[in-house]
């Protein structure tokens, strides 16, 4: 009967919410044990630089291979690690590792410039976690690539005050950064203005449906025009076709990051790839 179907779908909806809880719950208790054992690894994806012809940096990705439900994408557990104060100790893990692996593999800043890591913006305010990050990018300064700090135009304009104060703070200490995700977070060009960076790394929603789409041409034009009035390099992320590439070169984009150009690589693979050069 139809109240019998009322009955089970409300029973269905209960077990489907217990089952989402337990699900997350299990995934925040897998997550900590992860952080303590370190079962994370990283992969890296090298920037093309369009001005000077050569691979200039590589942005450091985390992966996290859980042993049931096989790799589980950043974009799921960072968020939980945000929430649940787990990202300091995540992002110490990263840059420790990645100067670590960096340094084994003999990869220098005569390979590559600069090292790009992702930044929280739990981790940009904090500034005791900041200290110790910043005491390891000196301690591995000599020959080393320079550390570039991407904080998502989001998160960063949602706190603009605090993200100014301590950006300000941290680049007079000699720390780079990048504003990533760019055009997804409607900053005002004044706004941008006051933040001291080094870089802005148009979002790869824009670029996927270059260059054909007229809106995202357009957009992508406006950002880098806007870029070069702010003397502001412009990493390009999601390259993935020879005409994207094309057309963000003819537009003045200085780098350019994507699948086209190289895919996120674990550091055995990254030396092959830097041996290789682009063709553009
Ligand atoms: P993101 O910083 O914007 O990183 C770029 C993402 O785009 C990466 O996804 C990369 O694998 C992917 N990607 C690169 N080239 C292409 C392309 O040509 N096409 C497509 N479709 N995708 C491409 P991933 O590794 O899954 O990371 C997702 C997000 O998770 C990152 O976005 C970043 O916000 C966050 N994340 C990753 N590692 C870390 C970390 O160590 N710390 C923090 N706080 N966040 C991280
Ligand atoms: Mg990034
Ligand atoms: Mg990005
Ligand atoms: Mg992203």
């Known amino acids: 009967s139809a109240k019998h179907q009322g009955?089970?779908?409300?029973?269905?909806?209960?077990?489907?919410?217990?089952?989402?809880?337990?699900?997350?719950?299990?995934?925040?208790?897998?997550?900590?044990?992860?952080?303590?054992?370190?079962?994370?690894?990283?992969?890296?994806?090298?920037?093309?630089?369009?001005?000077?012809?050569?691979?200039?940096?590589?942005?450091?990705?985390?992966?996290?291979?859980?042993?049931?439900?096989?790799?589980?994408?950043?974009?799921?557990?960072?968020?939980?690690?945000?929430?649940?104060?787990?990202?300091?100790?995540?992002?110490?893990?990263?840059?420790?590792?990645?100067?670590k692996e960096l340094t084994t593999a003999g990869i220098g800043r005569q390979q590559l410039a600069t090292l790009s890591l992702n930044l929280s913006h739990t981790v940009l305010i904090n500034e005791a976690v900041m200290n110790r990050l910043q005491g390891r990018v000196h301690s591995h300064r000599d020959g080393q690539p320079d550390i570039i700090m991407e904080i998502t135009e989001t998160a960063a304009m949602e706190n603009l005050e605090a993200t100014l104060s301590a950006m300000e703070y941290w680049r007079a200490q000699g720390m780079r950064f990048s504003i990533d995700d760019f055009g997804t977070g409607y900053s005002s060009l004044a706004r941008l203005k006051q933040l001291p960076l080094a870089e802005l790394k148009i979002d790869r929603s824009f670029i996927q449906d270059l260059p054909e789409d007229v809106n995202d041409a357009v957009i992508t034009q406006a950002i880098l025009a806007m870029a070069k009035t702010l003397s502001l390099d412009v990493v390009a992320e999601g390259v993935e076709t020879p005409e994207q590439a094309q057309f963000l070169k003819d537009n003045g984009c200085s780098v350019l990051q994507g699948y086209w150009l190289a895919r996120p690589v674990p550091i055995g693979e990254l030396t092959h790839i830097l041996a290789h050069t682009i063709d553009l």
Do not use: M
Request: hydrophobic share 40%; with cysteine.
């Open 7 to 99: 009955r089970n779908r409300h029973y269905l909806f209960h077990d489907q919410l217990k089952q989402n809880l337990i699900d997350r719950l299990s995934l925040l208790e897998d997550l900590r044990e992860a952080c303590n054992t370190r079962a994370f690894s990283l992969v890296y994806q090298p920037q093309w630089s369009l001005t000077q012809q050569c691979w200039i940096g590589a942005e450091v990705l985390i992966r996290w291979q859980h042993p049931k439900r096989g790799a589980v994408p950043p974009d799921q557990f960072i968020p939980l690690a945000e929430r649940e104060g787990l990202i300091h100790p995540i992002t110490e893990f990263v840059l420790e590792r990645a100067l």
